[in-house]
């Protein structure tokens, strides 16, 4: 089996989102694309795939010590693994960027809260905005494409917008992403959260959070214009931010019913800020 092919089967199912930007990507970059997008999508899902903790971080132990170079056994039988490695030997990707987004995401199989928006933010970082970077790394081919703040900015204000758009599902588990600091301004509960409960007080969590994601999004606009063209597929899911975001703040919106805006338009906000760069930071 190719393992390029399995990568790109595996992103196209489970991250739409990032398999239609990729196919705005020159066709040479696409399969190094999808392998990194595979590779985040594996320790993304984690939590969902385990009952215990502790099999979660034996797995994420695995990549780290695949990344490493310490992993047992033929790593490489791992289709992911194996585009993986290749990948960051083309690109010259840094290992240790890699490394960080796995260790980041051990925090998603605890249920301990998040004390501060800065917490936050260094968990989207190290995740969402690291994923941007590398992207942008491997369509400059293997150069540091330069847009560390953009990366930086942007990748916060799309793990925001979608840690907000998963927020029903996450009370469901007993997990909250949204910052203590900011529960407590506005007298909000986590029991009410995991309870279902859209109290006056969640819901103005909620849109102070909505504000924060919108800070980083407008912090992205004038930084667009200075990105090279070459770089926007890797940029092009910080367009779904605001219409996530806007879908939020409908008048009928219930923070605990499940949903996104419909896959179609999602589709066209990403064709039209391919066509139009600018459009990312509408």
């Known amino acids: 089996m190719d393992s390029f092919a399995h990568c ?3 992103v196209r199912a489970a991250d739409k989102d990032r398999f239609l930007a990729t196919l705005f990507a020159p066709r040479s970059h696409r399969r190094a694309l ?8 594996e320790v993304a899902r984690v939590r969902e795939q385990v009952r215990e903790p502790i099999a979660g971080q034996v797995r994420l132990q695995w990549w780290s010590d695949m ?5 047992h056994g033929d790593v490489t039988a791992n289709p992911i693994a194996a585009a993986l490695l290749a990948t960051i030997e083309r690109y010259r990707l840094p290992v240790r960027v890699l490394a960080d987004l796995v260790e980041a995401r051990h925090f998603d199989l605890a249920d301990a809260p998040i ?3 800065g917490d936050l933010e260094d968990y989207a970082d190290k995740t969402s905005s690291a994923l941007i970077a590398l992207a942008a790394q491997i369509l400059n081919g293997g150069a540091d494409p330069g847009i560390g703040k953009l990366a930086f900015e942007g990748g916060i204000a799309y793990a925001m917008a979608g840690l907000l758009t998963a927020f029903p599902l996450h009370a469901a588990r007993g997990q909250l992403y949204v910052p203590m600091s900011v529960m407590d301004r506005h007298q909000a509960r986590r029991e009410d959260v995991f309870a279902g409960k859209a109290t006056t007080q969640v ?3 909620l849109a102070e959070m909505r504000l924060h994601a919108r800070r980083h999004l407008n912090a992205v606009k004038p930084l667009i214009a200075a990105a090279p063209p070459t770089l926007v597929p890797a940029l092009l899911p910080i367009a779904l931010v605001r219409p996530r975001l806007a879908r939020m703040e409908r ?3 219930d923070p605990f019913k499940p949903g996104d805006v419909p896959q ?7 064709w039209r800020a391919a066509r139009r760069p600018e459009r990312i930071a509408e």
Do not use: H
């Open 251 to 253: 008048r009928k919106y």
């Open 34 to 41: 999808f392998a990194l997008y595979a590779f985040n999508v």
């Open 115 to 117: 004390s501060a928006i």
């Open 8 to 10: 790109e089967r595996l």
């Open 203 to 205: 819901r103005a969590a």
């Open 67 to 71: 990344l490493a170079g310490t992993g």
């Open 264 to 270: 179609w338009r999602r589709q066209w906000v990403l």
